[in-house]
């Protein structure tokens, strides 16, 4: 799977999800491109720049936060992995090239946001204030059965500073398997008066939204099956931020969370590794 700025038709964001079969190798140029290696399943080992870096990774994004490591711009990297598994590639268009760096699980700040049905978990992965890019932001959210996430409704496509930044961003989803077969979860995304969008969509493990402006939320996981997605934004301005606006029809839930509990079954996934369900 691969999403480039060009295949989205903006500028900056991109997201590849390579699969590895055992004691495969894949070797690619990042270009003008900045990038993460991020494990989604299974483990890996990084070369780029003369350095290699082992990544322990994880059994599923359902089991365990995962270590990471960060590639610059111009730039060889092959990545290898003696069992297989998949690994995210999250990308940004940028101008200064970073050194190659290795980041532990322990590295990735976990944060628990909102409360009661709407509580989540967010993994810190690259967010501007937890770890150095140019211009890539990458978190991991985690959302319990039945919770809505992305919520309230909220919208990162003007230039307003101190109050919203431009960023283009993808979603990527994994949904827990329910004892059946595979979950489900559901994406809304709609615009405002001058630039309209209007999509509800039902996502499923390894489907793709990209949101190039407009409200977007929630992302809402069924009951029975918990949500994952990784969340991708690059933008223009010269101050890398999340800087975000609530839908002001909606805004005032977030006061109704000051006096509800967080959702007992966060966080999902820690440092140590979990069996699957």
């Not at 501007?128 to 996430?149: K, M, Q």
């Not at 301005?237 to 007992?264: F, K, M, N, Q, Y």
Request: charged share 25%.
């Amino acid at each position: 799977m691969e999403v480039s700025p060009a295949d989205a038709g903006w500028t900056y964001s991109g997201l590849r999800v390579v699969s590895l079969a055992p004691g495969e190798r894949q070797t690619l140029a990042t270009g003008e491109e900045e990038m993460l290696v991020l494990p989604l399943s299974g483990g890996c080992v990084v070369e780029c720049d003369g350095q290699v870096v082992e990544l322990e990774g994880r059994a599923t994004v359902f089991s365990r936060v995962s270590d990471f490591a960060y590639v610059p711009r111009d730039s060889e990297v092959t990545v290898s992995s003696d069992a297989g598994g998949r690994f995210a590639l999250p990308s940004a268009r940028c101008e200064r090239r970073l050194l190659f760096r290795y980041a532990t699980a322990e590295d990735v700040s976990v944060e628990l946001r909102g409360a009661g049905s709407c509580s989540r978990q967010v993994n810190n992965v690259a967010a501007a204030h937890t770890f150095e890019c140019d211009r890539l932001i990458v978190v991991e959210v985690l959302t319990p059965a039945g919770n809505w996430s992305s919520y309230p409704p909220h919208k990162h496509d003007e230039d307003r500073p101190g109050a919203e930044s431009v960023l283009e961003e993808i979603y990527y989803f994994e949904v827990d398997d329910g004892p059946d077969g595979p979950g489900v979860g559901y994406q809304r995304v709609y615009g405002t008066d001058d630039r309209p969008a209007d999509l509800l969509a039902e996502v499923r493990t390894g489907d793709v939204v990209t949101i190039p402006h407009g409200w977007h939320g929630p992302s809402m996981a069924a009951p029975g099956y918990d949500l994952y997605y990784l969340n991708v934004m690059a933008g223009p301005g010269a101050e890398r931020a999340w800087l975000i606006c609530d839908d002001p029809a909606h805004a005032w839930v977030r006061s109704t969370w000051d006096d509800a509990a967080v959702d007992p079954r966060l966080p999902l996934t820690t440092t140590d590794e979990r069996s699957p369900r």
